[in-house]
């Protein structure tokens, strides 16, 4: 039982009530309890019918609910929902509330469009010989000077106007044999005279680039290349090798290379710190190389 701290009948007092109803009328009864008449003569009708386990408090939850969906409901339901149905229009169409109908398609795990037409496997792919696709990409770096205010941690510590540079980085679909330069932007000149480079560099390993995959735009070829590669946007619906379309996803080639060694975790080195890593840095991203 749990009586608040103002309640003029516990379990006791209950009965207490009964016993002088039996004796002396209800309404000097109901008076001596502290009650009203309607009151006691609840308790009394309650007593009459249930005994004493009909004076303990009741639980304020509904004696009975109505089943509010039904199994044929539910199914029609399910269905309108996996027909990409509103929440609220099948709330109208069955003839329940809108909560009611949100509680059981979030059982059911249909809430989200997600979940009603879940997202395509991606296209995964491998060229099956080295130079037959050249993955090149650039990621933007903050040029380094000294150490700033977030290392210091003095605010005067300011290294504003010290400018960008960028790393423009090739790795190979096949071999995952990667080559990596720094140049001062990534427009036309610096794309094309990386490109070059890159070419040159997997030529001495006796790979020759036939295919070039790039978001970096059409000036990445040399004009005046007497044997281009064939170049191949991402952003265009050319085929895959397996004459599907590739799901669109960046390679991360860049950011992959960049978070094994130019962008260190601790510590300021200086731009041409940065720069003399690349003398010494592994041609091979750490994703399983193959042999050439």
């Avoid at 009151?39 to 009708?45: D, L, P, Q, V």
């Avoid at 044997?227 to 895959?240: A, Q």
Wanted: overall charge positive.
């Amino acid at each position: 039982m749990n009586s608040h701290k103002n309640a003029r009948l516990t379990h006791e007092g209950r009965k207490l009530l009964i016993e002088r109803i039996a004796v002396i009328e209800l309404v000097s009864a109901a008076q001596a309890a502290g009650v009203t008449s309607r009151t006691a003569r609840k308790w009394r009708e309650r007593f009459a019918q249930q005994g004493l386990p009909g004076l303990l408090d009741r639980s304020s939850r509904p004696a009975a609910t109505r089943n509010s969906i039904e199994t044929k409901l539910a199914q029609c339901i399910e269905q309108l929902r996996r027909g990409r149905m509103p929440i609220r229009r099948i709330a109208s169409v069955v003839g329940r509330s809108a909560a009611t109908i949100s509680r059981f398609v979030a059982r059911l795990g249909l809430s989200s469009l997600k979940a009603l037409q879940p997202t395509a496997a991606p296209i995964r792919y491998e060229r099956a010989v080295s130079g037959e696709l050249l993955h090149m990409d650039t990621k933007k770096l903050g040029r380094v000077v000294r150490a700033g205010h977030r290392v210091t941690g003095d605010p005067r510590d300011s290294v504003a106007g010290a400018g960008w540079e960028f790393a423009h980085v090739a790795i190979d679909d096949h071999s995952r044999v990667s080559f990596v330069q720094m140049h001062p932007d990534e427009r036309k000149t610096s794309a094309v005279a990386f490109l070059q480079a890159a070419v040159a560099h997997y030529a001495t390993l006796g790979v020759r680039v036939k295919q070039l995959i790039t978001d970096n735009g059409l000036h990445t070829v040399p004009e005046s290349s007497s044997r281009p590669v064939k170049l191949w946007v991402s952003n265009t619906p050319s085929p895959g090798p397996t004459g599907r379309r590739p799901t669109a996803r960046p390679n991360g080639s860049s950011k992959l290379v960049c978070a094994n060694g130019l962008t260190p975790e601790s510590g300021p080195p200086v731009t041409s710190a940065r720069l003399g890593c690349l003398a010494s840095w592994p041609t091979t991203t750490p994703a399983d190389p193959i042999p050439l």
